[in-house]
């Protein structure tokens, strides 16, 4: 006779990325420390982001962003993405964003929207690392 085996009681989710990137792997110590150490919602959900798979990390449009960076109540925001931001042709004009409204995108295509035709930059483009002087704990 067997022993049954439950297949209800286990978890399963990712613990570390599987990417060997060095530079993601030290982005993920840092966040796996903040989100030890803080009570900070934020810094979780950065590190849970952090691990996910290419598939579950779609790129995010430029209008999309603006569009939801216009909602009510998002005035003083920080826009915040961990993934790929791209540019959409169909937006001719970025608007211009408070000064707190920044854009974090952590790899891929550079925002061509940062570069218009006018030569100013709208949005302003860093990496996690100065997130974190901006974020208050």
Known sequence: M???I?????????KEPKSQDI?????VKLYRFL???TNSIFNQVVLKRLFM???NRPPLFLSRMIRKMKLPGRENKTAVVVGTVTDDVRVQEVPKLKPHQTLHPLQGPE??????????P????????????LKRF
């Open 6 to 14: 439950r297949h209800k009681d286990r978890k399963v989710r990712r």
């Open 122 to 133: 709208r949005l302003q483009k860093l990496t996690f690392d100065p997130t974190l002087l």
């Open 111 to 120: 925002v061509r929207a940062c570069q218009r035709p006018t030569g100013q």
């Open 35 to 37: 989100a030890r150490r």
């Open 23 to 27: 530079y993601l792997r030290l982005l």
């Open 2 to 4: 067997g022993v049954a």
């Open 53 to 55: 798979s290419r598939t």
